[in-house]
Each structure stands twice: as C-alpha cells, then as structure tokens.
C-alpha cells in the first residue's frame, strides 16, 4: 500500500502541478487516500481526495462519483466543501479545504474521553451539519469518529461516501442492506 501511495503521489505531483503543490500523504482509508496540497491560484492549504483500487472496479468509482456530487450540493459551516474535481490518468480525484486539526478519533486515541462541554459542542455541530444534510436529501450513513475533523473549537463532518441519496430509486442506489463497503 505504501508503494502505491508514492505512485500515487508521483503522478498526482505531475499531473496537477500547475495548479498543487502535492505535498505529503494525510491519511488513507478504506477506498481513498487524502494529500495535503497547496493550492497555487488562491494561495490556500487544501486536501486531495483520491479514489484507491483499479478502473474495473466500478461500483467503488460509481460510489466515488456519488461523493463528489453529494458533496458539491452540500454547503453547510459544518460540512467540508468540495473545491474542485477532476481525474489524473483515468482516476478521480477530489479537493476540500485543509481543516488543520485532528479527527475525533485521533483526539479520543491521544486524551481519551473528552469533557462534557466538548461532547456538546462536537454534537451540537455534527447534529447541524447532519440536520443540513437531511433537509438537503442526503443521509451520510458512515459517521464515526475518524470522519468528525475538530479544528478551532468547531466539528466538520466528511466523508460522503457511502450517502444516500434520498430522492434516488431504489433500483439506482449504489448501497444497499446486505453489502459491504
């Protein structure tokens, strides 16, 4: 895996070099890995989003481009924006603000159980953005601490990845009971 995310990196550095900086690696989950960059227009810190896995693998970039779409329509304080998206070599790409910070996960991992006003300001936050996401037709369906971002006193819900589009068929939905992801 280490290997591939230096390929990864490689070619992100190459393809999108007149407009990022690919700096390092952030993390990487399941099907993505995320790079911090810089973005040369406006002078920004942001996140590359990538999708992980080959081109046959087309229910992982079918969910991938629900994402990209999902997240696109969202514009909440709480919820990560999608800046930009594209594909470098036939595979996707997405690009957020960096929220410099933590996971709730990694802040958990490192301090343990957070105080009670904590509790309530990450709940507060999340139960907005999520309450945002609903009214918008979308339901997130994987919150979790690795996808809460706490940065500057707030909480930032990403990782549309697995959302369920409300208005969308059944027959057309790229999850569903029984599978997974």
Same mark, same amino acid.
Request: glycine share 8%; aromatic share 6%.
């Given at each position: 895996?280490?290997?591939?995310?230096?390929?990864?990196?490689?070619?992100?550095?190459?393809?999108?070099?007149?407009?990022?900086?690919?700096?390092?690696? +952030?993390?990487?989950?399941?099907?993505?890995? %995320?790079?911090?960059?810089?973005?040369?227009?406006?002078?920004?810190? %942001?996140? =590359?989003? *990538?999708?992980?896995?080959?081109?046959?693998?087309?229910?992982?970039?079918?969910?991938?481009?629900?994402?990209?779409? +999902?997240?696109?329509?969202?514009?909440?304080?709480? %919820? %990560?924006?999608?800046?930009?998206?594209?594909?470098?070599?036939?595979?996707?790409?997405? #690009?957020?603000?960096? *929220?410099?910070?933590? $996971?709730?996960?990694?802040?958990?991992?490192?301090?343990?159980? +957070?105080?009670? &006003?904590?509790?309530?300001?990450?709940?507060? &936050?999340?139960?907005?953005?999520?309450?945002?996401?609903?009214?918008?037709?979308?339901?997130?369906?994987? =919150?979790?601490?690795?996808? =809460?971002?706490?940065?500057?006193?707030?909480?930032?819900?990403?990782?549309?990845?697995?959302? +369920?589009?409300?208005?969308? $068929?059944?027959?057309?939905?790229?999850?569903?009971?029984?599978? #997974? #992801?």
């Amino acid at each position: 895996e280490r290997e591939a995310s230096t390929e990864t990196l490689a070619i992100l550095r190459r393809a999108l070099s007149s407009r990022y900086e690919v700096i390092r690696e +952030l993390g990487r989950g399941g099907s993505a890995t %995320v790079f911090l960059a810089h973005d040369r227009k406006h002078r920004s810190q %942001v996140a =590359i989003k *990538v999708i992980r896995g080959g081109p046959e693998d087309t229910a992982q970039r079918s969910r991938f481009h629900q994402e990209i779409v +999902l997240s696109a329509q969202l514009r909440h304080p709480y %919820v %990560v924006p999608l800046l930009d998206s594209g594909n470098v070599d036939g595979v996707p790409y997405y #690009v957020m603000p960096y *929220v410099a910070g933590e $996971s709730l996960r990694q802040r958990i991992d490192a301090r343990g159980a +957070l105080a009670l &006003d904590e509790v309530l300001s990450v709940t507060r &936050d999340v139960a907005e953005a999520l309450d945002f996401a609903h009214k918008s037709g979308v339901v997130h369906r994987d =919150i979790k601490p690795q996808n =809460i971002l706490l940065s500057d006193g707030h909480a930032f819900v990403v990782d549309f990845g697995i959302a +369920l589009a409300l208005e969308r $068929s059944i027959a057309s939905r790229l999850t569903e009971s029984g599978l #997974v #992801v």
